[in-house]
């Protein structure tokens, strides 16, 4: 499914005012290349400046709404993130070896997304056009998997 730029225009301005983001410069970049992830924003808190990067290659999510809804709470989300981020670098260092700074930032970084994600689901149940919610990378394991047996 490729996603259209009217649309991607459209969701960004609807949800960068619905969750009170005017005050950020917002652009996005549609990437055209094989890309691990659907969505993605860049942002640089100082100048009050982020980036959507939304693939539109080969999305492995099909309701763009949500997808930008997710990305766009990151960035609502961003100053806590990074506070808790850097709490836990100072408590557990960044050894990606040791078990315990592995297992408060896999915790942490799981944690956030799946906040982020019921958060996403909750604003497009309220106001999305399409409140249909995207299964699919589940759904392309389970195709997957029926093709092989």
């Known amino acids: 499914m490729k996603f259209k730029e009217e649309d991607i225009k459209k969701y960004l301005t609807k949800w960068q005012d619905t969750l009170r983001l005017r005050d950020w410069d917002i652009k996005y970049e ?4 094989e890309w691990r992830k659907t969505g993605d924003i860049k ?21 763009l709404e949500a997808l930008i809804i997710h990305e766009l709470l990151h960035l609502k ?30 915790r942490f970084m799981n944690l956030l997304e799946s906040t982020v994600e019921d958060l996403s689901k ?18 392309k394991q389970v195709d997957e998997e029926l093709k092989i047996k």
């Open 122 to 139: 909750s604003f497009l149940k309220l106001d999305g056009e399409d409140k249909e919610i995207s299964f699919g990378r589940v759904q």
């Open 43 to 63: 942002i640089d808190a100082d100048d009050k400046k982020a980036i959507l990067l939304i693939n539109c290659f080969n999305p492995k999510q099909t309701n």
């Open 30 to 33: 549609a990437v055209n290349k």
């Open 77 to 106: 989300l961003w100053g806590m993130d990074q506070m808790l981020e850097g709490l836990v670098y100072l408590v557990f260092g960044q050894d990606e070896e040791d078990p315990k700074f592995n297992f408060a930032y896999s």
